[in-house]
């Protein structure tokens, strides 16, 4: 399903949000779940949380055209913002030059943390020399 093409019957869904603005909202909320359910499962997670920020969104503006443009601000930061779609188009790019004879999508940069240590209260440095024996 999230490959194929959904059909969308618009003036249905119109008709039903002017007539009952409450069973449109239902049917929606069903709508999308049932595509988020259809995805991998790997992936229904992320689905849900960016599902959540859209409908923050629509709920904090104050009309739905400012809704719709904040969601739009949204998604072209995703696109173009740090770390978004187009960084790591132009990574990909710049691997693919480097390596012509390595599949493109085999690439996975390279992750980097510092592990930082906690400074421990003296009930918990207690636990943690028991967790240890």
Do not use: H
Request: net charge positive; proline share 6%; hydrophobic share 35%.
């Amino acid at each position: 399903m999230p490959n194929a093409i959904v059909k969308i019957d618009f003036e249905n869904w119109s008709k039903l949000a002017e007539e009952n603005p409450q069973a449109f909202e239902e049917r929606r909320v069903e709508a999308i779940q049932k595509l988020i359910e259809s995805c991998p499962q790997d992936q229904q997670q992320r689905l849900s949380c960016l599902q959540w920020r859209v409908d923050q969104v629509r709920e904090r503006s104050k009309t739905p055209l400012a809704g719709c443009l904040r969601m739009s601000k949204m998604m072209w930061d995703r696109v173009l913002g740090k770390g978004g779609l187009m960084t790591l188009l132009d990574r990909l790019s710049v691997y693919s030059k480097a390596y012509p004879n390595q599949p493109a999508l085999a690439y996975t940069p390279p992750r980097k943390a510092q592990v930082l240590r906690m400074n421990l209260g003296k009930r918990e440095a207690e636990n943690e020399k028991i967790a240890r024996i």
